[in-house]
Each structure stands twice: as C-alpha cells, then as structure tokens.
C-alpha cells in the first residue's frame, strides 16, 4: 500500500488532504515534526512527503519510497534540498499561487502605513501627546514618493496594481523581469543601484538564493535616502537584520515592517525587537480562510495527481518535475 505523510501542517484538520489519499487507497499519515531527524523518520518508505515548515533533507529524501513526490505547502522551497530531490528521482511540486492576492493586500498595506508614519502617531497620541508635524515629519505626498520593487513577479505586480492609484512613482530591479512597455501600472525599470538610491520604501520580492542572501545588508542600507522605509513580506534571509536594526536605531532608515525573518519565530533577543519605527508581523501576509482553503485544495489535488502519476501541477523550478512533467 502506497502512504502519503504530511510532516508538519498548521491547519487544524487535513480534511481534504487525507480524503485524497484514500480516494487512491493510500495509507495518510499526520506527523508533528520539528527536526531534521523526526521527518526523516516519518517519511521513510513514504510515496507522497508533504511537509510546511519542517526540513526535508538529503537523509529524508533518500529514505522515500523509489518515484516519491515532495510537496511543499506554500510558496517558497527552501526548506527542500533540491539537490537532493534530484539525485534520488524525487519529484517536486509547491504551489505558488494560492495567496498572491493576501500577500499583495499585506504589503501594500504595509507600505501606506509606514509612509503616512501611523504607526508613530498612534504611540505618540498614547503616550499623552498631540505633535502631528513634529511626529510626522518629513511625509511628502504621495505623488512625490517613489515606491521600489526588488524583483518584479507576480506578488510584486499586484502590490504595484494597489499602489497605482495613489499616484507613486513606480520602479523596480529584477534582471530576469522587464516591465513590458505600456503595461499597466507603468513601472520603470532601473539598476540596483539607482533602485536603491531613488526608492523612498523599498519593497522586497525575490526568491532566497545564494546570490540574494543578505542583499540588504550594510553596504546597501548606507547607500538608500536617508529616511526611506523597507518591508519584507518575501524571505528573511534576503536582510542583514543586525545591519538594519543599527540603521534603524541611527535614523538612517526611517522604518521597516517585516513579515519574514532570517529565523522564524524571531529570536527573544532580536534586535530588531527593540528598533525604533518598525512594524513586526508573524509570517502572516499569505493568510486569510479563502487562502487557507485554496492551499490545503491545491495540495490535496497535487496528493492525487501524485498517487495516480499524473504530472504535477505546479513544479518546483530546475527540479525533475519541471524537467520532466512539463
């Protein structure tokens, strides 16, 4: 008998999940894993791993089932070695399209907030005082502020789309996305570095690579506007956050709200706790209960394709499904 094992999930039931894999005569698992060690326990001889956010390492995978799918519960991918998944066969699917809407809704939300300086009015008018200019200042309008993207997909577009009414000026870096000419919004693309020295909120979009990993980082904070705002609602590890809680602290950045962070949940001891402007969230831009019906569908689904050895829907990029599946 076949078995699908879901390592870690958030979810208060897997309905839908476990329902799939009956439907192929599948035995289903519900594991709890934390470690390296106990997922790769729990999916030996697996057929389908479902993990969240538990690492799936190059021990797990050599210990599936020969031909086993790995599926990823969200957007990102960097908790799968995929070296790994490709040198023992394993395809690989994640599902990168169930909460670009709640993620776009998020950050532009974030990025309104952290330019109109709501956040330090609100704790200025609870601390007994009334000194909105003196609070507020500098805020210039928001025709006259430039909003910047690092990277340019799909997320990023959206966020751009919410922003295009309020009359920003739009730009973005991102060399393997060219804003198409006359595309609505109209967003102008520039270099890193004039990304980072015309941007009055930098907004953050790329993927985790090892060419991405700490991209914000001193050298690039020390060379933004004096003042500018930066949120992440993409990878923590795309911030030095020792580097951006010093320039927070120095008011060489004016603020930054982050959703993801380099070690999730953020550290007691992080400094960023204690930076002054910042508007800190728990990973929580992909949710909404519509987002949370789509995940656990889509995945329930790629559970079946799985099983019955149908393509996959979604696969990972560079792995043996996308190669081979498509």
Request: charged share 20%; proline share 6%.
């Amino acid at each position: 008998m076949k078995r699908v094992v879901v390592t870690d999930a958030t979810f208060p039931s897997l309905e839908r999940e476990e329902a799939a894999a009956k439907a192929a005569r599948a035995a289903f698992t519900r594991a709890s894993c934390r470690t390296a060690a106990e997922v790769a326990e729990a999916v030996r001889g697996a057929d389908v791993a479902v993990v969240q956010f538990a690492p799936l390492t190059r021990e797990a995978i050599a210990g599936l089932a020969p031909g086993a799918t790995a599926i990823r519960y969200g957007v990102g991918y960097n908790n799968l070695d995929l070296q790994a998944l490709d040198e023992f066969g394993v395809r690989a699917a994640y599902v990168p399209d169930y909460c670009t809407a709640e993620v776009a809704d998020h950050t532009a939300a974030a990025i309104l907030a952290l330019l109109r300086k709501l956040f330090p009015l609100d704790r200025s008018v609870r601390a007994g005082e009334w000194r909105a200019v003196d609070v507020a200042r500098p805020l210039p309008a928001f025709a006259e502020t430039t909003v910047g993207f690092l990277a340019f997909g799909r997320i990023a577009q959206e966020v751009a789309r919410r922003l295009q009414p309020f009359g920003f000026r739009l730009i973005a870096h991102d060399p393997y996305h060219v804003p198409a000419a006359g595309a609505a919004p109209a967003v102008e693309p520039v270099s890193f570095e004039d990304l980072l020295a015309r941007a009055d909120c930098l907004s953050l979009h790329a993927p985790a690579t090892r060419e991405t990993a700490g991209i914000i980082g001193a050298a690039a904070l020390a060379r933004m506007k004096p003042g500018a705002c930066i949120v992440n609602s993409a990878r923590g590890d795309l911030i030095d956050e020792a580097a951006l809680a010093a320039a927070l602290a120095a008011g060489r950045i004016g603020g930054a709200a982050l959703d993801v962070f380099a070690a999730e949940p953020l550290a007691a001891d992080s400094p960023l706790r204690l930076a002054p402007n910042t508007i800190l969230t728990p990973h929580a831009a992909w949710y909404s209960e519509v987002a949370v019906a789509r995940l656990q569908g889509l995945v329930a689904d790629e559970i079946t394709r799985a099983l019955t050895g149908q393509p996959v829907r979604c696969a990972i990029p560079g792995t043996l499904a996308a190669r081979t599946d498509a």
